[in-house]
């Protein structure tokens, strides 16, 4: 979970309603009427995450579309909880059918999954590719728990910011320096008592939805064997969600899939190595005419950034 944006929003903001009736905060910069990227945050995240890199490529010339998925940043809530896996790859899917043309799906942890079921079971393609940041079919379970064991830590919030950017430092010590306030203010929420909370829904935390999770890599793993779009997998040195053996279980799945480790980088890519992240995906969308798709049954070697 990357808590921090790297840099201030720099795009147009609507909310967008889903089929159930909530409403996705929805943040679009970059030229108009050009082929969109896609940005889908993981669990805990808010589009803030991919404030850099967005801001970096719609300098480029390319259209940045993210979003808070539902429980998550400025996105609605359900009432009562009863978060499912299906209704954020129903909320990624009805996204990506807005747009003109299919967009390129980046997708971080989670926001990758969801990306990843989509690309293989909707059709018409939604997605004109696919990039999966740190994430496989198949995860380390102690890196989930590591993250998930931070998010349950304190139901009850912070006094302050300060408090609450102490412990981020905890969480993420390979990082310099502590956040500011005007960092984390985007994060978190003010209570009645008026102590500050993450911004995710709790109910996220204690339904049904992280179990689901373990019960949804068969599909993933069926959902990756059809995918037939341009595909990079982008994943973190030091990650201890994704391993050698993942990524290397995912080629066999996705044999036309590109993979690129990032040095130094842990699960946190996005954030831990900005420079780098937005260099691959900028690389990856400029000779997508020329990346091969499962029909082609061309596998390009693992690199290093």
């Known amino acids: 979970m990357d808590i921090c944006p790297p840099s201030p929003p720099s795009g147009r903001t609507e909310f967008v309603?889903?089929?159930?009736?909530?409403?996705?905060?929805?943040?679009?910069?970059?030229?108009?009427?050009?082929?969109?990227?896609?940005?889908?945050?993981?669990?805990?995240?808010?589009?803030?995450?991919?404030?850099?890199?967005?801001?970096?490529?719609?300098?480029?010339?390319?259209?940045?579309?993210?979003?808070?998925?539902?429980?998550?940043?400025?996105s609605g809530h359900l009432a009562g909880g009863g978060y499912h896996m299906q209704q954020f790859i129903d909320d990624l899917l009805g996204l990506a059918q807005r747009q003109p043309a299919p967009p390129v799906l980046v997708g971080a942890s989670m926001g990758g999954l969801l990306g990843l079921v989509t690309a293989g079971e909707a059709r018409p393609a939604p997605f004109?590719?696919?990039?999966?940041?740190?994430?496989?079919?198949?995860?380390?379970?102690?890196?989930?728990?590591?993250?998930?064991?931070?998010?349950?830590?304190?139901?009850?919030?912070?006094?302050?910011?300060?408090?609450?950017?102490?412990?981020?430092?905890?969480?993420?010590?390979?990082?310099?320096?502590?956040?500011?306030?005007?960092?984390?203010?985007?994060?978190?929420?003010?209570?009645?008592?008026?102590?500050?909370?993450?911004?995710w829904d709790p109910a996220l935390l204690t339904g049904d939805l992280i179990a689901e999770s373990e019960r949804y890599q068969p599909r993933l793993f069926a959902a990756a064997r059809q995918v037939d779009v341009p595909v990079l997998l982008l994943s973190g040195?030091?990650?201890?969600?994704?391993?050698?053996?993942?990524?290397?279980?995912?080629?066999?799945?996705?044999?036309?899939?590109?993979?690129?480790?990032?040095?130094?980088?842990?699960?946190?890519?996005?954030?831990?190595?900005?420079?780098?992240?937005t260099r691959e995906i900028a690389s990856f969308i400029q000779s997508l005419d020329d990346v091969p798709t499962r029909a082609g049954r061309r596998t390009t070697p693992s690199q290093h950034a």
């Open 17 to 74: 309603a889903t089929g159930d009736g909530l409403h996705l905060a929805v943040e679009t910069g970059g030229a108009p009427g050009v082929p969109a990227l896609l940005f889908a945050h993981g669990f805990g995240q808010t589009r803030g995450a991919w404030n850099g890199a967005a801001a970096t490529l719609a300098a480029q010339g390319c259209r940045c579309i993210s979003f808070d998925a539902r429980g998550h940043g400025e």
């Open 237 to 277: 040195e030091r990650s201890d969600v994704v391993s050698h053996a993942t990524v290397a279980e995912f080629l066999q799945l996705v044999p036309h899939a590109r993979h690129v480790e990032v040095p130094g980088a842990t699960h946190m890519l996005a954030g831990d190595a900005n420079d780098a992240f």
């Open 128 to 199: 004109r590719a696919l990039v999966l940041v740190d994430i496989t079919p198949r995860w380390e379970t102690r890196g989930v728990e590591r993250i998930l064991a931070f998010m349950q830590a304190h139901p009850d919030g912070f006094a302050g910011y300060a408090e609450a950017a102490e412990r981020i430092a905890a969480y993420l010590p390979h990082r310099a320096g502590r956040k500011s306030e005007e960092q984390l203010r985007p994060l978190l929420r003010e209570g009645v008592d008026g102590r500050l909370r993450w911004h």
